[in-house]
């Protein structure tokens, strides 16, 4: 059983074990703020003239914060990232030779979505819809180092070398469905399936990223 299968065990064992609970719900008019462990499937993609970029599964991290207008209905913003490892074959213009490139990519996700609890109870599946960006850098050196001085509040006149790495950002679009657990103490567990679409336009085809959610917020 690989590490997906596992999250996902938990989370229909974590709430099938609490699904007698019909209290309910109080969530209505309250600010809610939370942290994500996610899974990240892997991603193959197919670039022009042969060109492709395989990335590896990874467990990231993310926060949440929203506010539910009413028991049922939620408007949040959520932030994630991921550092998978990944290989990439680019093509040499004008020779045709393959070059793979193994390291690792920095991916970045923003969201605004709306939520939709099914049912005013403290125990409800859900589904989300959201839209968003998608920060990503390959830590692909693009250029000579660049040095720059500056003066710190704390440290003083310090200086540094950076390197300048390829990276882009795209629009991109989740949905979501999951089920949600309210505790009496203003602790709510969550867990879901998202799936999240990237314009790559580069591409062949757009990313779809297939990702699994657990997620402990806090009411007020």
């Avoid at 309250?30 to 970029?53: P, Q």
């Avoid at 590896?56 to 914060?65: K, L, N, Q, R, Y």
């Avoid at 990439?88 to 990519?105: G, H, K, P, V, Y």
């Avoid at 629009?171 to 103490?185: E, F, I, K, Q, V």
Wanted: hydrophobic share 40%; with cysteine; glycine share 6%.
């Amino acid at each position: 059983m690989d590490h997906y299968s596992k999250l996902l065990f938990f989370m229909v064992w974590a709430f099938c074990a609490h699904s007698a609970d019909a209290r309910e719900a109080d969530r209505a008019q309250t600010w809610e703020f939370g942290i994500d462990v996610i899974a990240m499937s892997s991603e193959n993609l197919s670039g022009t003239e042969g060109s492709a970029l395989n990335v590896d599964s990874e467990i990231g991290w993310g926060f949440m914060a929203g506010y539910n207008f009413t028991n049922r209905f939620a408007l949040a913003f959520d932030a994630n990232w991921f550092r998978p490892d990944y290989s990439a074959s680019r093509i040499i213009e004008n020779t045709r030779a393959i070059d793979t490139i193994q390291a690792e990519l920095d991916i970045v996700n923003f969201q605004l979505k709306g939520v939709f609890n099914v049912l005013d109870r403290a125990l409800t599946p859900f589904v989300e819809l959201g839209v968003g960006w998608t920060d990503v850098d390959s830590n692909i050196i693009t250029g000579p180092p660049t040095t720059g001085c500056w003066w710190d509040p704390w440290w003083g006149y310090i200086c540094d070398t950076f390197f300048t790495t390829y990276g882009d950002t795209r629009t991109s679009y989740m949905a979501a469905a999951g089920l949600r657990w309210d505790l009496p103490n203003g602790l709510s567990l969550k867990a879901a399936y998202a799936r999240q679409e990237v314009d790559t336009s580069r591409a062949t085809d757009d990313a779809s990223l297939d990702t699994w959610r657990v997620q402990l917020s806090w009411r007020r």
